[in-house]
C-alpha cells in the first residue's frame, strides 16, 4: 500500500531522482519518464544490473533455482559478499548470485545492515507465517517482472547529498526519499546521524518546484524538521525490515509547492 502510495505521489512528475534505493518496491508504481535510482550499497546495484541483463539475468533465475535452501549455501554466499567487499574479484553474476541468497535465504530486517552478511538461515520451527524456502523461490519469480522495471531506470552510486545537488529544481520534478530512519536507522551500514538529517531536511526544503516524498516513521526530530505547517503529513501502514506492520508517513511539499505556483 504505501509503495503505491508513493507512486501515485508523483504521478504528474516525467522525471523522479530517488537519491536513497534500497528495496526499490515504489518503482512499478512509478509513471514518470525518467527514473534515476541511487543507492552506494554497491551490491543492490550490481543485482539490479544482472537481473536486466538479456545474458545474465536468465542464468541468474536458473542457478538460484537450483539451490538448496541450507545454512551452508548461505554461509558460501555470504563470505562470497565479504571477499567482494574487502576489494576481491567476481564475476557480477556470481556476486549476483551470492548478494540474492544472502537477501532471502537469510533471517529478515538485515539487509543494508552491519550485520547483513552474518546472520542464520531463516528456519521456521512452526506452521506460523509464510514459508521460508515458499518465499525464497517467489522471490525467484519476481525477477523476470523486475528486470521489465529495471530496463527503464538510470543507477548511480553517489553520495545522497552529491546526487541531491545534481537534481534540477523543476516543473515535473520529483523526489522520493526514503532515508534510515532516526535511532532504528542507525544499525545500517551507510546510517544518518540526526546532523545528517537536519542537512537532508535544509536541502529537500530548498525545492520550490519539485515534487518532494519523504517517507519516516514517527519520531521528534521528524516532526521538528517536516513541520506540519509547512509539509503534508498521510500516515499509511507499512512494514518494517522485520516485516511487522507499522504505521509509516508519507511527507510531502504539495501545499509549499502549491503556495508557490499560487
Avoid at 531522482?17 to 550490481?46: C, Q, Y
Avoid at 544490473?49 to 551452508?72: E, Y
Avoid at 574487502?86 to 549476483?96: I, R, T, V, Y
Amino acid at each position: 500500500m504505501l509503495a503505491k502510495h508513493a507512486g501515485e505521489c508523483l504521478q504528474d512528475c516525467v522525471w523522479v531522482g530517488i537519491p536513497f534505493a534500497g528495496g526499490m518496491s515504489e518503482i512499478p508504481h512509478m509513471k514518470a519518464r525518467t527514473i534515476l535510482a541511487n543507492d552506494l550499497h554497491h551490491h543492490v546495484i550490481n543485482l539490479a544490473d544482472v537481473v536486466t541483463s538479456g545474458i545474465h539475468g536468465p542464468k541468474l533465475r536458473k542457478r538460484l533455482s537450483n539451490l538448496l535452501f541450507h545454512p551452508a549455501v548461505l554461509r558460501r554466499c555470504q563470505l562470497l559478499c565479504l571477499a567482494k567487499e574487502s576489494g576481491e574479484l567476481c564475476h557480477p553474476l556470481d556476486w549476483a548470485e551470492a548478494y540474492f541468497v544472502c537477501c532471502w535465504q537469510g533471517r529478515s530486517s538485515t539487509s543494508g545492515t552491519t550485520s547483513e552478511f552474518k546472520n542464520q538461515l531463516a528456519l521456521r520451527w512452526e506452521a506460523g507465517g509464510g514459508d521460508s524456502a515458499k518465499r525464497y523461490h517467489s522471490a525467484i519469480e519476481s525477477l523476470e517482472q523486475w528486470r521489465e522495471e529495471f530496463s527503464r531506470v538510470t543507477f548511480s552510486c553517489l553520495d545522497v547529498f552529491e546526487f541531491l545537488e545534481k537534481c534540477k529544481d523543476r516543473d515535473g520534478h520529483g523526489i522520493y526519499a526514503d532515508p534510515p530512519f532516526p535511532i532504528s536507522g542507525d544499525k545500517y551500514l551507510h546510517h544518518m546521524t540526526d546532523d545528517g538529517h537536519r542537512h537532508l531536511a535544509e536541502v529537500l526544503s530548498g525545492y520550490t518546484k519539485t515534487k518532494v516524498v519523504c517517507r519516516f516513521q514517527d519520531h521528534p526530530l521528524v516532526r521538528e524538521l517536516y513541520p506540519k505547517t509547512s509539509w503534508e503529513w498521510t500516515d499509511l501502514n507499512g512494514r518494517n525490515q522485520g516485516n511487522v506492520d507499522v504505521l509509516e508517513y508519507l511527507i510531502t511539499n504539495s501545499t509549499r509547492v502549491f503556495k508557490t505556483n499560487e
